[in-house]
């Protein structure tokens, strides 16, 4: 049996939108298929998700580059210039090059301020080109491949550690926490993905879990293994707990499930460096801790000095004597970085999409597949969002891509959506002329 015929139940929904009229942007949104451009970015998420934090990383920029020759060669905003993510990611691209030019550090800036530059711009191409279900589904398998890829990759050599890491296993990666933010991406690309695939695809994401998980408690990254919690318990709450009566079935064992995850890493894993280091955390080991405090609170009077411009993307090395080279939080990066414009740009982009889809979901509420494929990207939002307080998202190329490509694709459903409408109230307002 093929993907499109499995489980009936999860793809009779698409029967809803199937007399749509063909070549309408609301048809095309629920069934517009990929095309050369399309392929190309699907193949760049699969480089970026597949080498980011090994030693390759630099080929998916070589891809990239092929991308942006494509695009700008088939350019068109198909109706895109509506969505106000697409002018605000654009500000904060724009605003990066700016605070670059007016930092004390305008040469050290250049570096960060191409690269950050290039990951927004590859943004807004996401932004404007995914603009169905199809298109979105493609990009998120191969955001998952290129995690399975690099995540059985380094199972295979038995999760190696590399010096300096101490007992943390870095893989194929270069550094232990670059393998989990790998990890927990994965994840939650998986959670996202789970309600749209078929019985082999599901098979796979549920024993991707399982590696992860495994691979999450050798890695020792604290940040990674709770943003990948954060996301699955959101997705759980978010999908059943608005009707706590009606789930009750389902929430008791789940939760049950998720609450048995920390004990059993506790009991079985005992010596792991994700058990070890947690457990020190929690003992009074608080060095970690205190390093991180004393950043942030540098990184605010830093702002404060600096509210409007920042100080540059990139330069807070010079600002701490070489002690720390960023802040390793997304919310003082900003703030530091680009001043109280570009902190809010970024948030403002996340909350607008946010808004809209929970705006989706409760129109969608009847439809269980495209419900929990909405609640995927909202719980996916969490995680990360969790995770950048430990992370800095703008210089991650997953989290860029995944905001980005809810925004579009959220923006073009809600359009659909609002010309299926217009479609049935019109049907329902013709009738028969009264009989003489």
Not at 120 to 144: E, H, N, P, Q, T
Not at 345 to 374: A, D, P, Q
């Amino acid at each position: 049996m093929s993907e499109l015929a499995y489980g009936e139940q999860y793809y009779q929904e698409d029967a809803l939108h199937a007399e749509l009229p063909a070549g309408s942007p609301a048809a095309y949104a629920w069934h517009g298929r990929a095309g050369l451009l399309d392929w190309s970015l699907a193949l760049y998420v699969l480089a970026v998700a597949a080498l980011q934090g090994t030693a390759w990383w630099r080929y998916s920029t070589y891809i990239a580059y092929g991308v942006f020759v494509l695009f700008f060669l088939q350019f068109r905003l198909g109706h895109s210039e509506r969505m106000p993510e697409l002018w605000l990611f654009a500000g904060l691209a724009v605003w990066t090059v700016i605070t670059m030019a007016f930092s004390d550090y305008v040469v050290q800036s250049r570096g960060t301020t191409w690269y950050r530059s290039k990951v927004y711009v590859m943004g807004l191409i996401f932004l404007i080109r995914i603009d169905s279900v199809g298109k979105a589904r493609l990009c998120l398998r191969m955001l998952f491949l290129g995690a399975a890829f690099l995540t059985l990759a380094s199972a295979f050599i038995g999760f190696a550690t590399t010096p300096g890491s101490g007992e943390r296993a870095v893989g194929i990666a270069t550094q232990a926490n670059r393998f989990g933010y790998t990890l927990s991406d994965g994840i939650l690309v998986g959670l996202i993905l789970l309600p749209m695939v078929g019985r082999l695809w599901k098979s796979a994401i549920m024993l991707y879990f399982c590696i992860a998980g495994i691979a999450l408690l050798a890695s020792g990254s604290r940040s990674s293994a709770l943003a990948a919690s954060s996301g699955i318990v959101a997705f759980f709450v978010l999908e059943h707990v608005r009707n706590i009566r009606a789930n009750l079935k389902i929430i008791l064992p789940v939760a049950l499930a998720i609450a048995a995850v920390p004990v059993i890493a506790v009991t079985y894993f005992p010596y792991s460096p994700l058990v070890v280091r947690t457990m020190a955390l929690l003992g009074g080991d608080i060095a970690t801790v205190r390093a991180r405090m004393w950043m942030y609170s540098h990184a605010w009077s830093v702002f404060l000095d600096h509210p409007l411009l920042g100080i540059g993307p990139g330069t807070y090395y010079f600002y701490t004597g070489g002690k720390f080279v960023y802040t390793h939080t997304t919310p003082m990066e900003l703030l530091a970085g680009g001043g109280i414009i570009m902190f809010l740009l970024f948030y403002i982009t996340l909350l607008v999409t946010w808004l809209r889809l929970g705006k989706l979901v409760r129109v969608l509420r009847h439809e269980r597949r495209m419900r929990r494929f909405i609640n995927g990207f909202r719980a996916a939002i969490v995680g990360l969002m969790v995770h950048g307080f430990f992370r800095v998202m703008t210089s991650g190329k997953v989290p860029i891509i995944l905001f980005c490509l809810m925004a579009g694709l959220s923006a073009r459903l809600m359009q659909a959506l609002r010309e299926e409408h217009s479609a049935g109230m019109a049907t329902e307002t013709t009738y028969e002329p009264a009989a003489s």
